[in-house]
């Protein structure tokens, strides 16, 4: 992977830690994981970002799905510990008709279990992603992300996802230093740690989490110019989400680049 990363210009990069649909993980190969870190030291790769599968649920109704989640989510920071640095970001979760205090009560309930049965503090910072809050989506309004963050003994932060942050109706295209503002007083920017870079399909506030490539949406191109530009932002990690290939990814880190005025 960190040979693909560096092939198209990125010196970041988001990886799944097993099938987005869920199932048992690879091994580790720790003469792989010995020479990523050569590698990546060596080409000044940042911070490696894992996603959890899609199907973690948290906060589900059913005990059987709470229990895949917890059960995943510990085996991957375990396999974490192999990377020190890197983040593990998830969904976190809906509360399917529980009623979302239900849902915030079940995630930070895991991620206590998880924390006290690991027995060690983590190597991995776990990141909350903002959500476009469909259906009964936790974590489309910053306060929500705050209340799992508040009732968690282990350190948290979170990742914002342009689109999901633009399906739920922040502004960012018009009002990206009043979005910044709110973040900060409900949950602080210290806890901002990556960004999740990508164009909406969709109007604001349709709740709907619908991914287009950079300048093909209705975030659009000058609106993302100024997040990834942004003093707050710019030293921030910025991830691709976008409906891309390989060829369309690296296209898109150039275009970045050339936003920011560095060099491809």
């Given at each position: ?7 198209i210009?990125?010196n ?7 099938n ?7 091994p580790?190969d720790?003469l792989?994981?010995g ?6 030291a ?8 894992a ?9 589900g109704?059913?005990?059987r799905?709470?229990e ?5 989510m510990?085996?991957?920071l375990?396999?974490?510990e ?7 970001n ?6 399917v008709g ?21 027995g ?8 909350l ?15 929500e992300l705050?209340?799992?963050v508040?009732?968690?003994e ?6 914002l ?19 910044l ?12 740690k990556?960004v ?9 506030g ?8 950079l ?29 891309c ?13 050339s936003?920011r005025?560095?060099?491809?």
């Open positions: 992977m960190g040979q693909t990363a560096v092939s210009g990125a970041v990069f988001q990886f799944f830690t097993r987005p649909r869920g199932g048992a993980a690879k580790l720790m792989d994981v020479e990523f870190e050569s590698y990546a060596e080409r000044g790769i940042g911070p490696i970002l996603h959890a599968p899609y199907t973690l649920n948290a906060a109704a059913e005990s799905v709470r895949f989640a917890e059960a995943t510990f085996d991957d375990k396999r974490l192999a990377t020190p640095g890197a983040m593990y998830f969904h976190p979760g809906s509360h529980q009623g979302i205090e239900a849902g915030i009560t079940l995630i930070a309930d895991m991620l206590n279990r998880i924390a006290g049965n690991l060690f503090a983590p190597a991995t910072t776990v990141l992603e903002t959500m476009a809050g469909k259906g009964s989506e936790v974590g489309g309004r910053f306060e705050k209340a799992i508040d009732c968690v282990m350190p948290l932060g979170v990742c996802d342009t689109c999901h942050v633009w399906d739920g109706g922040f502004d960012i295209a018009n009002d990206l230093d009043g979005v503002e709110e973040f900060d007083s409900v949950v602080g920017l210290e806890r901002l990556a999740h870079l990508n164009d909406s399909l969709n109007p604001l349709s709740r709907k989490d619908r991914h287009a490539k300048g093909k949406g209705r975030i659009g191109l000058e609106a993302l110019s100024r997040i990834v530009n942004h003093p707050l932002l710019r030293d921030l990690p910025f991830y691709l989400e976008t409906p290939d390989l060829q369309g990814y690296k296209e898109e880190i150039a275009l970045v680049r936003l005025g560095e060099n491809p």
